[in-house]
């Protein structure tokens, strides 16, 4: 299969590319003009609705030609539209909206607003975590430190939160903390689902000292650990102070979203947060799309019944257990995660890899199909 000639190439050599390289997409299809394979992994869970998905292509195309492009200078109605839906998708109370161009950039404002409303100087993340590659983002990533995060020092004191220990929440959360950020579930680590019982110590421990906590949605959200938000799947009391959303907010096209509580909007003014082509109109139009789609087909109701399905078949194969949620799942494999990759798609099937070496990772559009899974599960079975 070609690859592109890194000797010959104008782009830089900073991405191990998968041993495929599509050239059309259709449903949970890829095609690379000679074959086809079930695309179990969605470009990083930014494939929600798959490929060339009528309704998307329908928004796209109408809006397009009604508006392309305007700033935020002006106000939109599609861009109201948008965040109405959003608010009214999202957990309650977390009525306002900010949008932006992707999910780094979402997660970047929140940690600022954090550290302005607070005036404090101290981030909680959880170990093992994934946040984005820009300043703030990447400091609050756990892989980042001695590795690739280039600034020579990280804006604000960061410490991590062990992944499963509440007593040690409860311990690192006081006044010295502006705010907690965490993934509900874990995509990059290797779909691990944080224990309800830590996000809930952690809630509760940040009420307690006034600290704000940051749900981050951007690879779990819109439907596809088996609720609206994985959060939700925490239990109730758990209630984020914002939440960051992209990845499949838009079908594949660029953007993102910062929902906060009203508590935290009244407090910021003209100026305080700006962007060019966040809540753009096409972006904006494929948002509201997106959540219709969601809700009128019922999809979250598939991510439970097809994700149980997968669960309940193993182990199997080379598989020994599986984590994480709805369609942000991890299978634990006796042999490499790489090698599995390479396996699989030898028999149509495509998956991803994780910061795991032995964990790969299924992150398939919601509008998977039960066939598909049988697909993936017989692949599997075939693999010793």
């Known amino acids: 299969m070609s690859t592109p000639d890194t000797a010959v190439s104008h782009l830089l050599d900073v991405y191990p590319y998968l041993p495929f390289q599509p050239v059309s997409g259709e449903g949970v299809f890829l095609s690379d003009g000679k074959r086809r394979v079930i695309d179990f992994y969605g470009g990083h869970a930014v494939a929600g609705l798959g490929y060339a998905h009528p309704d998307v292509l329908r928004t796209l195309a109408e809006q397009a030609r009604q508006l392309f492009f305007q700033s935020n200078a002006v106000a939109l109605a599609v861009r109201e539209e948008a965040a109405?839906?959003?608010?009214?998708?999202?957990?309650?109370?977390?009525?306002?909206?900010?949008?932006?161009?992707?999910?780094?950039?979402?997660?970047?404002?929140?940690?600022?607003i954090a550290c302005r409303l607070t005036g404090r100087t101290k981030i909680l993340a959880m170990e093992h975590g994934f946040h984005g590659r820009t300043a703030a983002a990447a400091a609050v990533t756990w892989s980042s430190s001695?590795?690739?995060?280039?600034?020579?020092?990280?804006?604000?004191?960061?410490?991590?939160?062990?992944?499963?220990?509440?007593d040690a929440a409860r311990r690192m959360i006081d006044a010295s903390v502006g705010a907690v950020i965490l993934e509900p579930?874990?995509?990059?680590?290797?779909?691990?689902?944080?224990?309800?019982?830590?996000?809930?110590?952690?809630?509760?421990?940040?009420?307690?000292?006034?600290?704000?906590?940051?749900?981050?949605?951007?690879?779990?959200?819109?439907?596809?650990?088996g609720a609206p938000f994985a959060i939700e799947l925490a239990g109730a009391g758990v209630e984020p102070d914002m939440l960051t959303a992209a990845k499949?907010?838009?079908?594949?096209?660029?953007?993102?979203?910062?929902?906060?509580?009203?508590?935290?909007?009244?407090?910021?003014?003209?100026?305080?947060?700006?962007?060019?082509?966040?809540?753009?109109?096409?972006?904006?139009?494929?948002?509201?799309?997106?959540?219709?789609?969601?809700?009128?087909?019922?999809?979250?109701?598939?991510?439970?019944?097809?994700?149980?399905?997968?669960?309940?078949?193993m182990p199997l194969g080379p598989v020994e257990s599986v984590q994480g949620a709805g369609f942000l799942l991890g299978l634990r494999c006796r042999r490499s995660a790489r090698e599995m990759l390479c396996e699989l798609l030898d028999r149509g099937i495509l998956v991803g890899t994780s910061a795991d070496a032995h964990v790969i990772r299924l992150l398939p559009p919601l509008?998977?199909?039960?066939?598909?899974?049988?697909?993936?599960?017989?692949?599997?079975?075939?693999i010793r």
């Open 84 to 112: 109405r839906k959003l608010v009214a998708f999202a957990p309650p109370g977390l009525d306002r909206v900010f949008f932006t161009n992707s999910g780094a950039e979402a997660n970047e404002n929140a940690l600022r």
């Open 146 to 166: 001695g590795k690739w995060y280039g600034f020579p020092r990280t804006p604000f004191d960061v410490d991590f939160i062990p992944r499963n220990d509440p």
């Open 185 to 225: 579930v874990q995509g990059q680590a290797g779909a691990v689902a944080l224990d309800p019982a830590v996000i809930r110590a952690i809630s509760a421990a940040c009420r307690e000292h006034g600290a704000l906590l940051i749900a981050d949605e951007i690879q779990s959200g819109m439907g596809r650990c």
């Open 248 to 313: 499949s907010l838009a079908a594949g096209f660029p953007c993102g979203a910062l929902l906060m509580r009203e508590a935290i909007a009244g407090q910021l003014k003209h100026g305080d947060l700006g962007t060019t082509f966040g809540g753009g109109p096409i972006a904006s139009a494929l948002i509201a799309t997106v959540i219709d789609v969601i809700e009128r087909d019922r999809l979250i109701d598939n991510v439970r019944a097809l994700s149980r399905e997968i669960v309940d078949a």
């Open 367 to 382: 509008i998977l199909e039960r066939s598909h899974v049988h697909d993936l599960l017989n692949a599997l079975a075939d």
